[in-house]
């Protein structure tokens, strides 16, 4: 069993940062792939951007050159450093784990990019 727990969101002006972390239990932490993924009401919950084990990442397009994901197996966490917020960034944003079929979420942290 693995518990993911979120923090960092809050409200921005457009154009400012924000930074999530996500703390994870579990000692397989760095076997598994870390992700970030968002969900406005009404809407499917949508990959922001994820990272696997080895390193290498995958992001939606809309985040590009803006967002950046990474991780400390040694710290069990994952963190979402996220630049130039734009006011349809704006949405609830959840931590992910996945290792074969185990797939475990946080809580979710809202973000807000709103002048």
């Known amino acids: 069993q693995v518990q993911l727990v979120e923090s960092g969101g809050g409200l921005v002006q457009p154009g400012g940062s924000l930074r999530l972390s996500c703390a994870a239990s579990?000692?397989?932490?760095?076997?598994?792939?870390m992700g970030w993924y968002r969900q406005a009401p009404g809407k499917q919950r949508e990959l922001v951007e994820r990272?696997?084990?080895?390193?290498?990442?995958d992001y939606a397009d809309s985040v590009k050159g803006r967002f950046t994901i990474s991780r400390d197996n040694a710290k069990n966490t994952v963190t979402l450093q996220m630049n130039s917020l734009r006011p349809e960034d704006t949405d609830v944003y959840y931590c992910?784990?996945?290792?074969?079929?185990?797939?475990?979420w946080g809580q979710g942290t809202k973000v807000t990019a709103s002048s």
């Open positions: 990272i696997i084990s080895g390193g290498r990442t």
């Open positions: 992910n784990g996945k290792r074969y079929v185990l797939d475990y």
């Open positions: 579990g000692s397989i932490f760095g076997l598994y792939t």
